[in-house]
């Protein structure tokens, strides 16, 4: 079973639209979590990290369930700069500083 | 500030020869970590160093690759002799703090390798 279990879409949304993904991970170690975008043959580079009680960046905001040991991202007013793959990502919160990825779920915004 | 440089951007070479990838990091970020993107897969972590010491190389698939970080400055990883199976992106990336003490990684832009 993959540590980190994403839906790769894709999502093809229209501007202005809200959409949300979804990650569930195996490992009831990992500790930490966040969201990485990648842009088409770019490097993955930090979103936001994912906390407890949910937290909002802008546009952007991130669910942590460790219940149920789910992660969510809502992108609400979609650009089309936000088309793009999004990775979620868990840590075990040891000193070793291993990533865990999931597949990505790739986002296409249109006008 | 410098990002993650890696070289070369693109490698094309035949099964059973040998190429090195390397990485400088931004300077001061004592952890270093390779990743790698085999097509179709999600990006898998190969090794990590803390400085010039390897602290995690778990997930190095097999004695054919190796990797260095002399110095603790950047880091060298060598594919011999080079496989099919290979071929992927293969990502650095370095952090000052472990991820999950609130940062995350800068990545570099990745080297593309393909083994014909």
């Known amino acids: 079973r993959k540590e980190v279990e994403q839906d790769p879409g894709p999502f093809n949304v229209p501007e202005g639209a809200t959409v949300a993904f979804n990650c569930t991970y195996s490992n009831s170690a990992s500790q930490s979590f966040f969201w990485y975008r990648q842009d088409c043959r770019k490097e993955p580079k930090l979103l936001m990290s994912v906390y407890s009680s949910g937290n909002e960046d802008g546009r952007f905001t991130a669910q942590l369930n460790r219940a149920s040991q789910y992660i969510s991202l809502l992108i609400r007013d979609s650009k089309l700069s936000d088309s793009a793959t999004y990775l979620c990502?868990?840590?075990?919160?040891?000193?070793?500083?291993?990533?865990?990825f999931g597949r990505g779920t790739q986002l296409t915004v249109w006008p | 500030e410098a990002g993650v440089t890696q070289f070369p951007s693109h490698s094309v070479i035949e099964k059973g020869q040998t190429v090195t990838l390397r990485c400088d990091p931004i300077s001061g970020h004592d952890n270093l970590y390779w990743y790698r993107r085999v097509m179709g897969k999600e990006i898998k972590f190969l090794l990590h160093f803390v400085k010039e010491s390897k602290q995690d190389e778990s997930g190095m698939p097999n004695n054919r690759f190796l990797a260095e970080r002399t110095g603790g400055t950047y880091s060298t990883l060598k594919v011999q002799p080079a496989e099919l199976e290979d071929s992927g992106v293969y990502f650095c990336a370095s952090s000052q703090i472990y991820p999950g003490q609130g940062g995350g990684y800068t990545f570099g832009s990745g080297t593309r390798l393909t083994v014909v």
């Open positions: 990502v868990a840590h075990r919160g040891s000193t070793l500083g291993r990533l865990y």
